[in-house]
RNA sequence: GGCGCGUUCGUCUAGUGGUCCAGGACGCCGCCCUCUCAAGGCGGAGAUCACGGGUUCGACCCCCGUACGCGCUACCA
């Protein structure tokens, strides 16, 4: 047994952002660990020096934090296992780089890059069923290699694969699967500027860290031979593996930034929750085997297994992840959201104003059921932040009659009779005064719903002009007697 | 091309041989509630379970083949 309790990583390249594929591989690796009480590590596979991109770690990890992906160990707050960037472990690489190759499980090869397209031409004009390295460098004698390591050759180091074997493990989500040696390449190990490839890198790691599952996406599914020869080669106890299915566009294609954004920090940026693309992103793959669809973070750690993530791709529904956000902001109290509105509202023209915290809250509690987004709170009343500038063309034409500003009128003089009028003061006047008139309330409530929100829709019309207050609501009235001709 | 993986309503999915002429959710449509819009409630349309063969008294579920999709096939991860 590699360790008692399971320990499982994220392993992103740092290319510059947090994909949500890879969202949902941290966050299964996450919750795998949190429901059996392991320990989840971030490790950095940074052992492309032409892939480099500043700050990409930087953005990796904020993102990774802001979803509540908090790691045991990673390159930022160490470990006992470190350094978690595979840049700093080069000699981890070479060492068992070069114990493979005194037991004859690699070689060096000094093939140039010339050498290995025309060999890779070759094998396709011939048609060749598997287009692999052809071993050459295999037979050089020892005399020859001692020759060109000492005259500086560029050379790699290369796994040996052994044809006609079997090469079979056993799969958590996928079941058993299986592989013929034939169709695995001698695959380079230690690239030429001495940095290894990922698939040493991978399982030198792993094993050193003790990581006992390795949870990640269905792309490695087919390089995983060659770990499992590596594993056996360094006589090394095996860890599980699951591998994910992908996430898709609507096309079924594998989910690109083309077709819509990928990125966490896009979603961040257009005003999702946390809680909702954590929600969605985990039951795009996964559920519990019952109805339940909303979920908070603990929930999903109680309830989630390997044994019940699907094995198909599975297409990013922007519909779902909307709704599931509307579902997340409800449930969250007016205080909470009280700050991210004040946010919107400081990157909004309408900075300049100064809106009182209680006017606020009363705005989320009456529009919280008819928005999605926070944003939404701007977008669909702005006539909590502003007096109309226009009305609605559609509503002056159904509701706004010949007699409609003579009726306002007098809806106005009733309601400036009312002092310190609460909800139901101005619910008596409106009903006293269509009584008066012998007409039916809505005959006044859609005119002064027009008069005072310029819009047809919103919250309960008395609702919204306690909110206003008496004072502004009065303005609005007048205001909208006069520039709404019929 | 080779190897591997996959395939249930538009989408996410339930389903592990009879309880499925297939259940839920999103979206869509209708009705109710109602001062509007939402929310909520109720209902509807929507899947010959990719296709074709087996196995079985019986197959969405087991086996084989085909098709299609996707992944890998780098000194990228």
Redesign the pocket.
Known sequence: MINDFPRVRF???P?GYLHVGGLRTALYNYLFAKHNKGKFILRI????R??YVEGAVENLIAALKWCGLEYDEGPDIGGSFGPYM?SQRLEFYAHHAKDLIEKGYGYY?????ER?ETL?NEQQKQ???????DKHCLHLSKEEVEKNLADGI???IRLNVEPNQKIIFD?I????????SN?V?D??LI???G?????L??VVDDHLMKITHVVR???????TPKHILLYDFFNWEKPEFA?L??L?N?????LSKRQGDVAVEDYRAKGYLKEALVNFVA?????A???K?FYYMNELIEKFTL??V????????L??????N??HL?KKSDEEILPVLKNEIQNSKLKIKNYEDEYLLKIISAMK???SFVHEYLS?SPYFFEAPKEYEQSSIAKNWKEETPGQLKKLSDAFEKLNNPVKEDY?NALANVAEELKVG??KL??PL?LAVSG??????????IVILGKEETQKRILIAIERINH
């Not at 198909?312 to 529904?317: I, K, L, P, Q, T």
């Not at 819009?455 to 919204?464: K, W």
């Open positions: 392993a992103p390249s290319t596979e940074d052992t492309d032409n892939r595979q090869c000094f093939c140039t890059p290995l890779r048609k060749l069923p598997q287009a692999k390295y560029a050379k790699v799969d989500i996928r079941g058993r699967v299986e592989f013929d169709n390449d695959q380079v690239k030429s500027d940095y290894p490839t990922y698939h890198a991978n996406g269905e792309e490695w599914l087919s390089s591998h299915p992908l898709l609507p096309d079924r294609s594998k039951l795009l793959g996964w559920n085997g019952d109805d669809e044994e019940r699907n094995k198909a791709g599975a297409v990013f529904d519909d779902k992840l909307n709704w599931l509307a579902e409800r059921e008819r928005v669909k619910e309330k809505g409530i859609h719903r819009m047809s829709t919103g919250p309960g019309m008395f609702d919204l």
